[in-house]
């Protein structure tokens, strides 16, 4: 188990800041971890807990989400996407972040198709809440949490069939990346070394394969959540792609995860 700050003990304090959602293994906040670890960034782990109000949390940084990254003389960095680059400018090597513009360009899209709105986390997410919103009623005090959390990331009745072909699309398209990739002589999935993306896809594949309980010991209700049943989401996912995640998750980011 980590040992958390709460908001309240973390906010003066002048090291390296990471909020996270404690207790699960949550792949924004995995993400993060993987990123400013791989680089050799020190950081103090601040408790979020997922579903709540998170009050101290939005006093502090001006929301109640995680990941958020903060650093002293700098404004909150409360997106995936903000704290990978962050990251980079402060501690440049290794690289996980192509340098050129067009390649830039490209590598964030294809970031964003696992990580941002309408990636392969939020529809997962979308898919998770809906078996749930859509049997009990509005308003039911049992899924207050949950209400609270499908409201700030999208969800909306009927939602969930175009989450799923999201789901599969992005699925198919990485695993044909890799193939490509693979064919090319590379390990990984842009270019000749490891990069942001790889340890963003490797974290962000535990929502539709899991690890196992050894190398990833979560609640059991959440194991199920996590888990895929969908014949055609999982036919998706090529073995390959796993394999490979798995190699990323062993050699670069270290097992089993702590939360």
């Known amino acids: 188990m980590i040992d958390y700050l709460t908001a309240e003990e973390a906010r003066g304090r002048e090291d390296i800041r990471l909020v996270l959602t404690a207790g699960v293994p949550g792949p924004w906040g995995e993400a993060a971890k993987a990123i400013l670890r791989v680089k050799q960034m020190e950081f103090m782990p601040v408790r979020q807990d997922g579903g709540d109000r998170n009050e101290a949390l939005a006093e502090w940084t001006g929301q109640s989400s995680a990941p958020v990254l903060v650093v002293p003389g700098e404004a909150p960095h409360l ?14 090597a290794p690289t996980l972040v192509p340098q050129g513009t067009e390649d830039r360009a490209i590598f964030l899209g294809l970031c964003g198709e696992i990580h941002a ?20 009623p509005a308003g039911d005090p049992a899924i207050e949490k949950l209400e609270r959390m499908a409201q700030k990331y999208g969800y909306y009745p009927g939602c969930s069939n175009m989450a799923r072909e999201r789901v599969i699309e992005i699925l198919k398209a990485f695993s044909a990346r890799l193939h490509r990739q693979q064919a090319a002589g590379s390990e990984f999935l842009y270019g000749d070394s490891l990069t942001a993306l790889d340890l963003i896809f490797a974290v962000f594949s535990n929502l539709v394969v899991p690890l196992d309980a050894a190398d990833c010991p979560m609640p059991d209700f959440l194991r ?10 999982l036919a998706a996912i090529a073995p390959a792609l796993i394999e490979y995640r798995d190699c990323i998750l062993r050699d670069h980011i270290g097992l089993p995860m702590r939360f």
Do not use: H, K
Request: glycine share 4%; hydrophobic share 55%.
């Open 117 to 136: 709105e309408l990636g392969l986390g939020w529809c997962r997410r979308l898919l998770m809440f809906d078996p749930i919103l859509s049997a009990v």
């Open 79 to 92: 997106t995936l996407r903000a704290i990978m680059l962050a990251a980079e400018r402060m501690a440049p």
């Open 224 to 233: 199920a959540t996590y888990t895929v049943d969908d014949a055609e989401i």
